[in-house]
């Protein structure tokens, strides 16, 4: 009897070795992709623009102030700060008792400004990222969406669209859709696959080893083009709505992981918490464009955000500082990001320039209304034209060099110009 159970225990301590050996590869590939993107980070053009001052930060923040979630505001301020960020749009949880967005961080902590929003819920169980927040948060969730938008815009506070595979109102006047977000990618990640590279890679590499388990968010970018295409083709009707803009959240809540030892006192052993604010800081940011001779400020930023004038970066597999999407025609001389301009005449055909630069070499890809437009491998630049072609057209950069699964998600996804 003891013989076959120490048999049993052989045999299940075989398996559970033998079943490391992928984690282990996987931990040797993502040691690689951290050397190549050294590499890849010293080898960047510096690009200074004399007309706008560029701002990194992150959108969709939240604390314990709104419930499940376990952050505090140390842990936050001291992970904006680490990161450099410019900025951090907090996005509380509404309370019924009291203004969570007045009560989280508001104003300049260190080297970062934060705004105090919320994340909102509407009686057609739309839910919107509010910023800034408002003392009726709560009350929100018994108007409907059409309702809820009015009543932001009136305020002049922005309304993003999150969560937006479960968003329904797809014909309401909202400023912007939140394509990607790290918390809906993390959700989606293989418990599996995730405890043993939590084990192997994230202690080493936290960040890349959930950048990892990255994808392109297809539908929501389908969407962002669908309906930002719907919306200038209204531009001139009286049914216009708002030119629509794109951005990532992180959506932290320092609240995702597990710990195999230890009690809720703190006291853990080998503690995994995935979505830390640090490391959920270095992912996915969005970088704003403010023009040079304004000072970096609350409303500045949140005029920039609701122009368009951003681009998201993946940050974590290289630094996104410094990319260009810019358009010319007639009237407008390199229009950024965030602009509606109009073709006009050259020799005969309505006409628009473009130009995109890249911090490094990369494939562009340029999308007219969701259909790829212009393609261009190992480049740091591209310029093109587009004739009697009005439309939406964004841009998305791809490190190819990084190996899958990167040569499928894109490391920039630019905001639209709008031409007509
Ligand atoms: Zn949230």
């Known amino acids: 009897m003891k013989k076959a159970l120490k048999r049993?225990?052989?045999?299940?301590?075989?398996?559970?070795?033998?079943?490391?050996?992928?984690?282990?590869?996987r931990r040797y590939k993502v040691g690689k992709l951290a050397e190549k993107i050294a590499t890849l980070n010293a080898e960047r053009t510096e690009r200074t623009d004399d007309r706008f001052n560029e701002y990194?930060?992150?959108?969709?923040?939240?604390?314990?102030?709104?419930?499940?979630?376990?952050?505090?505001?140390?842990?936050?301020?001291?992970?904006?700060?680490?990161?450099?960020?410019?900025?951090?749009?907090?996005?509380?949880?509404?309370?019924?008792?009291?203004?969570?967005?007045?009560?989280?961080?508001?104003?300049?902590?260190?080297?970062?400004?934060?705004?105090?929003?919320?994340?909102?819920?509407?009686?057609?169980?739309?839910?919107?990222?509010?910023?800034?927040?408002?003392?009726?948060?709560?009350?929100?969730?018994?108007?409907?969406t059409t309702g809820v938008l009015e009543k932001l815009h009136a305020e002049n506070r922005l309304a993003i669209v999150a969560y937006p595979e479960k968003f329904k109102s797809w014909d309401s006047n909202f400023d912007g859709i939140e394509v990607f977000s790290l918390n809906t990618n993390a959700k989606k990640m293989n418990p599996f696959t995730a405890i043993f590279d939590g084990i192997w890679s994230y202690p080493a590499y936290p960040e890349l080893m959930l950048a990892s388990y990255f994808k392109r968010p297809d539908e929501n970018l389908r969407k962002f083009d669908e309906i930002a295409t719907d919306n200038l083709r209204k531009i001139d009707t009286p049914a216009r709505k708002p030119m629509i803009s794109l951005f990532a959240g992180t959506d932290a809540h320092s609240n995702i992981g597990f710990h195999l030892f230890g009690d809720d006192t703190g006291n853990r052993i080998l503690n995994f918490k995935i979505d830390n604010y640090a490391t959920i800081f270095r992912l996915a940011r969005q970088h704003v464009l403010i023009d040079?001779?304004?000072?970096?400020?609350?409303?500045?930023?949140?005029?920039?955000?609701?122009?368009?004038?951003?681009?998201?970066?993946?940050?974590?597999?290289?630094?996104?500082?410094?990319?260009k999407f810019e358009a010319s025609s007639c009237e407008d001389t390199n229009a950024p990001m965030g602009s509606d301009i109009e073709l006009c005449n050259d020799m005969g055909f309505s006409t628009a320039y473009f130009s995109v630069e890249s911090p490094l070499e990369s494939r562009i890809i340029v999308y007219r209304g969701g259909s790829v437009f212009r393609e261009a491998p190992n480049s740091r630049s591209l310029e093109f034209s587009s004739k009697e072609q009005p439309g939406v057209?964004?841009?998305?950069?791809?490190?190819?060099?990084?190996?899958?699964?990167?040569?499928?998600?894109?490391?920039?996804?630019?905001?639209?110009?709008y031409v007509r």
Do not use: C
Request: no cysteine.
């Open 292 to 323: 040079a001779s304004r000072p970096f400020s609350r409303e500045a930023l949140i005029e920039a955000l609701k122009n368009g004038r951003s681009f998201i970066g993946i940050d974590a597999l290289a630094n996104t500082e410094g990319f």
């Open 393 to 417: 057209y964004r841009v998305e950069v791809y490190l190819d060099q990084l190996g899958p699964p990167f040569d499928k998600m894109p490391w920039i996804i630019s905001n639209p110009i």
């Open 56 to 144: 990194k930060g992150v959108i969709h923040a939240h604390t314990n102030l709104g419930g499940h979630s376990t952050g505090g505001f140390d842990e936050l301020i001291a992970a904006a700060n680490a990161n450099d960020l410019d900025f951090v749009l907090m996005t509380e949880h509404y309370s019924d008792a009291f203004d969570t967005s007045s009560l989280t961080l508001n104003g300049v902590y260190g080297k970062t400004l934060f705004v105090g929003g919320n994340e909102i819920d509407t009686a057609d169980s739309d839910r919107f990222l509010m910023i800034p927040g408002s003392p009726d948060a709560a009350g929100l969730r018994k108007v409907p």
């Open 8 to 25: 049993i225990f052989l045999v299940l301590l075989a398996i559970l070795v033998a079943i490391q050996a992928p984690f282990i590869y």
